[in-house]
């Protein structure tokens, strides 16, 4: 379990981060979000004792971070933020330098690197020195590198950043195969990714806490949650009629041919009734669905509140 | 776990050009000084003394280069922050990159024996004498190496690690010098006169060089590389994430 009281970090009169206060459970794929310059990168600096803290502390199984540094890095794979590696190395070089030193040697060393090379799929460039690697490759030796160990804790910075569709979709499904006692932790600004491989969000903006819950607790914080979304075919017809009906409490233009109506919190869908006055009322309709909720709205509001 | 560390460092000076490069200067200048500049033949005397007398100079340029990458690469490639999250301390990795570049270096010296082979030809050297001094030449590589790993983790440019300690080690080797030690005189007591004198490299290495391998001379050398070795771990530690 990690514990994190009171973080403070601040260079020179600028406050990175401003007394976070977290825990984190084993079992828990915390999705670490918040704008650029939030404090999240300078969070898992300190988390891996990479950054000392200014004050407050960092308490991982009962250790403290700063009483004991290396203990806890050996429980921790870190993947630093554009997967930094020594550049003239080549991708087995580089997985055996990073296996020795996590402490493994013969037989259990050539198997941990043979198994995180089939799991990341490194086989074709074993050989290739990594600065001749593409982003996407490079971004999974670090992955590797971070993972040889079977970490209890793993801490990725922003492990999908610059890597296409596929790669992304490759580097979630790595992340939700692990074990389920792991804690991981990922940075991230892409709010698809929360939903898509974590089980708890924290939103953290101007180096403070904002938003700590799970994805789906993250949705119904939009506005849109719930809402239902009416696409027209052609212009949007006169809609009064849809702001009378019960339990209807606002109608959004999205854009010139879709609508998003909003129900009261009592409701716990508008669906039905919406479905029929659209037959009543003879719309030509394209598409109608309920909304989950806008995370990029909820972010919005969250981190620019804070920061206002 | 120091091992593993020089074993990563030393193979990436031989998996770059770095190390053959350095080598391959090395030993065409240290020829050149020593046939040309230094007269081996024309001396009349089977020594290696030319040889000696160019290192320190040699040295002055040839270590800083070597050493300007060290940590200046580490932190501008942002490698460090994956070094110093692994279970090491920075205390090993400063010792390990240390050790390992030492090793060329002493590598790069060893491969100068056709020299020796050339005096122990054409005459009857004192090879206790010889073997003092290449001893001498390795503890002076070691010291402007730990100058040179110090001013390395102070800037991550390493154009500006390189200069930086070209000057400091070029005060080291001048110190000693007439040239300072006349300026200074009737200025300063004897005992700065004295203390100013006693830090230079060249002095020491001067002594060994010829033959006097004395316990003080060499405990000045390992005193040197521990001091900025130190202040190397303490820059590393301190501004590791600038």
């Known amino acids: 379990m990690i514990q994190i009281k009171n973080l403070i970090k601040r260079f020179g009169d600028f406050v990175a981060v401003d007394g976070l206060q977290l825990e984190v459970k ?63 190395m080549t991708v087995l070089q580089f997985l055996h330098f990073i296996a020795q030193v996590r402490g493994f040697k013969g037989k259990d060393k050539k ?42 804790i793993l801490i990725l910075d922003e492990p999908t950043d610059g890597l296409d569709p596929n790669q992304k979709h490759q ?23 929360v939903t898509a491989v974590c089980n708890r969000a924290v939103i953290i903006a101007s180096g403070k806490k904002v938003f700590d819950g799970t994805p789906k607790e993250l949705q119904e914080n939009s506005k849109f949650h719930n809402a239902v979304t009416i696409e027209f075919e052609g212009d949007k017809p006169d809609i ?7 339990g209807v409490t606002d109608i959004v233009e999205r854009d010139q041919h879709t609508i998003s109506v909003i129900g009261h919190e009592s409701y716990e869908s508008l669906f039905p009734q919406i479905m029929d006055l659209v037959h009543l009322q003879g719309w030509h309709i394209k598409a109608m669905y309920n909304e989950v909720g806008q995370l990029d709205d909820v972010f919005r509001s969250l981190t620019t509140e804070e920061a206002a | 776990m120091v091992g593993v560390i020089f074993k990563r460092e030393f193979s990436s000076f031989f998996a770059t050009p770095v190390a053959y490069v350095f080598i391959f200067m090395f030993l065409m200048l240290s020829g050149v000084f020593t046939f040309f500049f230094g007269n081996l033949f024309e001396r009349g005397q089977a020594d290696l003394q030319p040889f000696f007398n160019f290192l320190p100079w040699l040295y002055l340029f040839l270590v800083p280069a070597m050493a300007m990458k060290s940590w200046a690469e580490e932190r501008k490639s942002g490698s460090i ?31 100068t024996f056709p020299l020796w082979l050339t005096v122990n030809y054409l005459g009857q050297p004192d090879n206790g004498t010889i073997l003092a001094a290449y ?55 004897s005992l700065v006169l004295d203390t100013v004198a006693s830090f230079s490299f060249m002095l020491h290495f001067e002594a060994i060089s010829k033959g006097v391998l004395s316990l003080t001379d060499i405990v000045y050398f390992v005193v040197s590389m521990f001091a900025w070795l130190t202040a190397c771990f303490l820059i590393v530690e301190y501004k590791k994430a600038d």
């Open chain 1, 26 to 88: 084993p079992g828990d794929i915390v999705g670490f979000l918040g704008p650029n310059g939030a404090g999240k990168s300078t969070t898992m600096k300190m988390l891996t004792g990479f950054l000392p803290p200014t004050s407050g502390e960092i308490v991982i199984d009962g250790d403290t971070l700063s009483k004991a540094p290396l203990k806890i890095k050996r429980k921790i794979g870190y993947l630093p933020e554009g997967a930094p590696a020594y550049a003239d």
């Open chain 1, 111 to 152: 198997q941990r690197i043979k198994d995180v090379v089939d799991k990341v799929e490194l086989q074709d460039v074993l050989n290739r020195p990594i600065e001749n690697l593409s982003k996407g490759f490079k971004r999974r030796v670090g992955l590797a590198q971070a993972i040889i160990h079977d970490p209890l």
């Open chain 1, 171 to 193: 580097v979630r499904k790595l992340i939700q195969n692990l074990s389920k006692d792991k804690i991981v932790i990922i940075s991230t600004h892409i709010l698809e990714e």
């Open chain 1, 240 to 246: 009064s009629q849809l702001k009378l009906a019960p």
């Open chain 2, 81 to 111: 922050e994956l070094l110093m999250t692994l279970p090491i301390t920075t205390g090993q990795a400063v010792v390990g990159k240390f050790l390992a570049s030492w090793l060329v270096l002493g590598l790069a010296l060893l491969l």
């Open chain 2, 135 to 189: 001893l001498g030449g390795w503890l002076l590589a070691g010291a402007f190496l730990a100058v040179g790993h110090c001013m390395s983790a102070l800037s991550k440019n390493q154009i500006i690690a390189f200069i930086l300690t070209v000057v400091v080690c070029f005060a080291f080797v001048l110190s000693g010098t007439p040239i300072v030690l006349n300026a200074l005189k009737g200025f300063v007591p």
